[in-house]
């Protein structure tokens, strides 16, 4: 299995600044793809940013320039979010795909995520 943790959520005033990270663990092959999501009040969860292990990265329009997506290793990856609005008010997931390897020893893709970490932004 595969086990994401996120931590890093808080409450901060509008116009500051957070950092999520999010630590993989598990019988884990490779990691393709790590990205994060969220899900504000009463709406449905929606993509943030995402980072493939070359390193090639991906934004939502309402973020870029204010957040940055980095991958430490293999395993982690942090979000920077900066110029904090109220509207980034949300749950934000670590989400991971790749390959990992299955009690019999085969190989399988995972699509995996985090329980999920809390950030309001309000003054």
């Known amino acids: 299995q595969v086990q994401l943790v996120e931590s890093g959520g808080d409450l901060v005033q509008p116009g500051g600044s957070l950092r999520l990270s999010c630590a993989a663990s598990?019988?884990?092959?490779?990691?393709?793809?790590m990205g994060w999501y969220r899900q504000p009040p009463g709406k449905q969860r929606e993509l943030v940013a995402t980072?493939?292990?070359?390193?090639?990265t991906n934004y939502a329009d309402s973020v870029k320039g204010r957040f940055t997506i980095a991958r430490d290793n293999a395993k982690n990856t942090d979000l920077h979010l900066n110029s904090l609005k109220p509207e980034d008010t949300a749950v934000y997931y670590c989400?991971?795909?790749?390959?990992?390897?299955?009690?019999?020893?085969?190989?399988?893709?995972?699509?995996?995520w985090g329980q999920g970490t809390q950030v309001t932004v309000s003054s």
């Open positions: 980072i493939t292990s070359g390193g090639s």
């Open positions: 598990g019988t884990i092959f490779s990691i393709n793809t």
């Open positions: 989400n991971a795909r790749g390959a990992r390897m299955d009690s019999t020893g085969r190989y399988r893709t995972f699509d995996a």
